[in-house]
């Protein structure tokens, strides 16, 4: 049996599912437990101790790793329009057409009407839209694993994109190897919770009177490519497009993530910080890109990936598409300086229990504690942002900060 199952352990299970799926005796199951997350229980009546949950556990197998160097590339679409509606350089979409125009599928996280976050599948260049973009919070699974090895069956082209954890349960649920398999992994900070993204949309929507039924957690078109949660946006049931500058409430879910305190626990101890990847292609921003004498002097502001070619199936697939792209490599110790999770698992706040029990019982505490009220970062910001969105402005700003250095 897995070995959370033993131990009781949260760290010991990152919520893919592989166990659940591999099973043929449907003796494991999957409960949300009182954080929002994702954990296997075993009816042992219909376990026949086969095994199998063991092999395909992420956090318990021996990790996949490709054995070449990756190559290091930033790399930026062509397409303008893929562009603009992407997080950063597009590089998921313009990989995601390609197989498409073969006559593949691909399998990514969407939101469901009820604004949950699950992977689905998509056949066709406008379904993409659902997949493109980042989402802080946990992608459900569900059966996800065998309808990919159906299709691969059935000798269809499949590009799957997920966390490395997920991209690693796929793997080892698959148990061998499909020359039509493609996988990205995602340089990955960790998975917040989703019940407390829920909590934090059904206050938005208590706010703002109305239904979300779609949220860009990161907006180009509210001040242009960003990691901060200020820029992002949603479209509520009326269909319109609202987007959510300076917003407290998704400010203090941004800041509870990225200070480590609304994350899975097994995100702490993350098996998958290396930059020896379990995919053929890992997709990341590349933040900072303007420091380093590249073709992107002039368009870094639109966003750029960072993309780490792991394999000689990768190596094959971005010969394919390449020709759509600018691209320049870059140096692997700069790569991971400036994406630290290629390094390093994500540490664990200091107030993280203390979190979940002011997100789920003292909303108004947790708003409070993690975008607290400060009318100096207010006018910074504002001031910051109409600077971004100036292109002259912008450029006396950067000319004056080189100079300064």
Aim: charged share 25%; glycine share 6%; proline share 3%.
């Amino acid at each position: 049996m897995i070995k959370y199952h033993h131990t009781n352990e949260p760290k010991d299970c990152c919520g893919c599912r592989a166990c659940e799926q591999i099973c043929s005796r449907h003796a494991i199951t999957m409960q949300e437990n009182a954080e929002g997350y994702y954990y296997p229980v075993i009816d042992e009546s219909s376990c026949v101790d086969c095994g199998l949950c063991e092999k395909v556990c992420p956090m318990q197998a021996n990790q996949i790793e490709n054995t070449n160097q990756p190559i290091f590339l930033a790399a930026q679409t062509k397409d303008k329009n893929i562009l603009k509606k992407s997080s950063s350089g597009g590089m998921f979409t313009q990989i995601a057409i390609h197989t498409i125009q073969q006559g593949g599928v691909v399998y990514g996280a969407a939101f469901s009407e009820s604004m949950e976050l699950r992977h689905i599948r998509i056949d066709n260049i406008e379904g993409l839209s659902q997949l493109r973009g980042s989402k802080y919070v946990q992608s459900n699974m569900s059966n996800i694993y065998s309808m990919v090895k159906e299709d691969l069956q059935r000798l269809t082209k499949v590009y799957f994109v997920g966390t490395p954890c997920q991209v690693c349960g796929l793997k080892l649920f698959l148990r061998k190897e499909y020359t039509n398999l493609f996988t990205s992994d995602l340089v990955c900070h960790g998975v917040p919770s989703r019940k407390i993204f829920r909590t934090v949309r059904e206050h938005l929507e208590k706010k703002g009177n109305m239904q979300m039924t779609k949220y860009s957690f990161r907006d180009k078109h509210v001040g242009g490519w960003s990691s901060s949660s200020s820029s992002s946006s949603y479209k509520s049931i009326s269909k319109k497009q609202k987007y959510l500058v300076k917003d407290r409430q998704m400010d203090a879910y941004y800041h509870a993530f990225i200070s480590g305190n609304i994350m899975r626990y097994s995100c702490y101890e993350c098996p998958f910080t290396s930059p020896n990847r379990v995919s053929d292609i890992t997709l990341a921003d590349c933040w900072n890109i303007q420091e380093l004498d590249t073709k992107f002097k002039e368009t870094y502001r639109e966003g750029v990936s960072l993309i780490l070619i792991n394999s000689e199936r990768g190596k094959a697939l971005w010969n394919e598409i390449k020709d759509h792209t600018v691209f320049d490599h870059i140096g692997k110790d700069w790569a991971m300086k400036n994406n630290p999770q290629l390094a390093s698992a994500s540490h664990k706040g200091n107030m993280r229990e203390r979190t979940y029990d002011m997100a789920l019982n003292d909303y108004p505490l947790f708003v409070d504690t993690f975008a607290p009220k400060s009318l100096k970062k207010t006018l910074k910001f504002y001031l910051a942002y109409y600077i971004r969105n100036n292109a002259a402005l912008y450029s006396i700003a950067q000319h004056t900060k080189r100079l300064l250095k």
